[in-house]
């Protein structure tokens, strides 16, 4: 049976709002970690965490393939440099600047204890008859995975884990699923690395308030 959660009224508002607001200014994205292994209850938290992110008509579009071992690490990695590689050739990229970047990229995919691939799925979602509806069902189902990524990113910084969220499988999905094995209904969005980092970062400027938010009466 599910433990019943409490719910704002039941706790104090002023306990909920410095740990939360905390974890939202402390996450940053992380590209080298250690080689410690993230214990298994950890990851099970965080994952569940992913699965409370609201959806369209409560659908939960979202699918994760969790990588332990080097061998699958390797072969997504390898694969999507292939991809990337001819990508950036096209787009007259210099060599030496290209096996720079497939380098930095192979590393952060294969030496990070865990690797989450997240997936799109259209089961749940609604069918329109018309191209406009259906795009913007689609888009709506892309935009709960973003929350669900979120909600993986604050749930392993609250545990004292670091993650860098790689936007790669988006441009590549097709080879993502080959070179996992993944089931073919799967449209990767992106993947999470996840670990205890070498060091936090410094966290980056934001913009100011004034350039984001426009008060409208």
């Known amino acids: 049976m599910t433990a019943r959660l409490p719910v704002l009224g039941e706790v104090p508002t002023d306990e909920l709002r410095a ?3 905390a974890t939202i200014h402390g996450r940053r994205s992380v590209r080298a970690y250690r080689p410690d292994p993230v214990p298994d209850a950890e990851l099970a938290a965080i994952l569940e965490s992913a699965r409370w992110a609201p959806s369209p008509h409560n659908s939960e579009p979202w699918r994760f393939a969790v990588l332990h071992d080097r061998a699958p690490k390797e072969r997504l990695a390898a694969k999507m440099g292939e991809r990337w590689s001819t ?7 210099p060599a030496d600047v290209i096996a720079r970047e497939l380098t930095e990229s192979h590393r952060r995919i294969t030496e990070a204890p865990v690797v989450v691939i997240v997936s799109l799925v259209r089961e749940g979602l609604d069918d329109y008859p018309d191209p406009a509806r259906q795009h ?4 709506m189902a892309a935009h709960s995975v973003g929350a669900a990524v ?4 604050l749930s392993a910084y609250a545990r004292g884990l670091a993650t860098g969220w790689m936007c ?12 996992l094995g993944l089931s073919r209904d799967l449209s990767p969005q ?4 996840m670990g205890y980092p070498v060091e936090w970062p410094k966290l980056r ?11 409208v009466s």
Not at 136 to 139: C, L, V
Not at 150 to 153: A, K, S, V
Not at 170 to 178: I, K, M, N, S
């Open 150 to 153: 979120q909600n993986i990113m």
């Open 168 to 179: 790669a499988p988006l441009f590549c999905p097709e080879v993502v699923v080959d070179a």
């Open 190 to 193: 992106g993947l999470i690395t």
């Open 19 to 21: 740990p939360v607001d």
């Open 136 to 139: 913007a069902e689609q888009m």
């Open 205 to 215: 400027k934001r913009r100011a308030m004034d350039d984001l938010v426009v008060h």
């Open 87 to 93: 990508d950036l050739g096209g787009d007259g990229v």
